[in-house]
């Protein structure tokens, strides 16, 4: 079963906006890690919180996370037509399963 | 370079013929697993290993088989492809179960 749920499901956006996307989840967890995805391609790890943490920082990749709210949000400052991909965020539950949502596929146009 | 290598990278079979796809990783990592990837339900686990010989069904492990008999490699095998598996799958590797996970580049299978 999903437990990282995305949201919105798709994200378009111009070149140097901000783009924010959700992830909300069900159960406890060790830690939540964001992906991204080129089409059809290998996912690619972006940054991993713990579930200590509140918030990271990584280059334009900005992620909170709410384990009141069992949720987290990914921002990427400042776009680019680079990362036009799709995003999914993946929680590792308290047995070390990394469990993946649906994910959020942003286009941003030049 | 670390890297998980899956092969094929594409695959067009029959219903029936039995396939294996393989994954090698060469980060000497422990945990392997392997996931599906259709459109809208995002990844799924199928299988996973936590080290050698060491294997356990992931939440939709219907239909296939792995098998770890050494760290580096961890092979999906269908036995009897059904087009119900025609899907897009992944390998991936990771130090520990809760660490960052290195993902193949893929195998877009079709059973026809």
């Known amino acids: 079963s999903q437990q990282g749920e995305e949201d919105p499901q798709a994200l378009s956006i111009q070149e140097g906006e901000n783009a924010t996307m959700n992830c909300s989840y069900k159960t406890s967890i060790n830690n939540l890690q964001w992906y991204r995805q080129n089409s059809g391609r290998g996912l690619v790890h972006l940054i991993l919180i713990r579930s200590n943490e509140r918030e990271k920082h990584s280059g334009r990749l900005r992620v909170t996370l709410d384990t009141s709210k069992k949720s987290s949000s990914l921002l990427i400052t400042a776009s680019r037509a680079a990362d036009t991909a799709s995003y999914f965020c993946a929680v590792t539950d308290s047995w070390g399963k990394l469990q993946f949502g649906a994910g959020t596929q942003v286009v941003v146009t030049p | 370079e670390a890297q998980v290598t899956q092969n094929p990278r594409y695959l067009i079979t029959v219903t029936g013929k039995k396939l294996t796809v393989t994954c090698s990783q060469n980060m000497n990592h422990e945990y392997m697993s392997w996931y599906r990837q259709d459109p809208g339900l995002g990844l799924r686990q199928i299988y996973y290993?936590?080290?050698?010989?060491?294997?356990d069904k992931g939440d939709v492990p219907e239909g296939y088989k792995v098998s770890r008999k050494e760290k580096r490699n961890f092979p999906l095998i269908l036995e009897s492809p059904s087009p119900n598996q025609t899907s897009l799958y992944f390998c991936?590797?990771?130090?520990?179960?809760?660490?960052?996970?290195?993902f193949g580049q893929g195998t877009r299978l079709t059973v026809v």
């Open positions: 290993s936590m080290n050698v010989e060491v294997t």
């Open positions: 991936a590797s990771s130090s520990g179960q809760r660490g960052e996970a290195f």
